[in-house]
Every structure is written in structure tokens, then in C-alpha cells.
């Protein structure tokens, strides 16, 4: 099952005062991320996910941990979904990493 919403090989940054994130989808099923604290500590954690619907996706840790992102739509450059229960936005934009 594809999930149309999801830009594979895009950097989709969260959109946050307080939160740092940045994630990158990729077609083999990896998830390169950086998360953490806005002027703070931030991990560059490598994740895997699977998709559940859709609009759906469940971003899986190594141990064992399962974020849940639920209505993802994509409105031009921003990417919205609802991430364990929270909403959040993400700017999507190009980036050479491949």
C-alpha cells in the first residue's frame, strides 16, 4: 500500500516554537530524523515505518516504540497531520541528501 501524501526524498521540517524536528521519507522504508529541543538537545535517530492507510502511517523506533501520524494531506509546501494526537505542520522543501 502507497501513501500518496508522504514526499519521498523531501525534508519536511516541523513547524514549532518549541520543538526541533525534521524528517526524511524514503522509498526503502527508512526514516532519517532529527529531533529534540529547539536551542537544546536534538538525536538523528534512523527510524523505519509502514503504512497504514492511505493517509496514514505508524513511524517505528528500533525499540519498538510507534508514533502514529493520522490524516496526513499535503497544501502546497506544508505537510499537516496528526501526530499522537497532536496536530502538526511541517514546511516541505528539496534536499540533496539522498
Known amino acids: ?3 500518496a501524501a508522504i514526499p ?3 525534508a519536511l521540517d516541523l513547524v514549532s516554537d518549541t520543538d526541533a524536528g525534521t524528517y526524511r521519507f524514503r522509498s526503502d ?9 529547539k536551542n537544546g538537545p536534538v538525536a538523528a535517530p534512523v527510524f523505519s515505518y509502514r503504512v ?3 493517509h496514514s502511517l505508524e513511524i517505528v523506533g528500533s525499540d519498538g516504540h510507534v508514533d502514529r501520524w493520522t490524516g496526513i494531506r499535503v497544501e502546497g509546501h506544508l505537510l499537516h497531520a496528526e501526530c499522537n494526537g497532536r496536530a502538526r505542520t511541517f514546511t516541505i522543501r528539496k534536499t540533496t541528501v539522498s
Open 1 to 3: 500500500m502507497a501513501i
Open 8 to 10: 519521498f526524498d523531501r
Open 29 to 37: 522504508g527508512s526514516v532519517v530524523a532529527t529531533i529534540g529541543t
Open 52 to 54: 497504514v492507510s492511505p
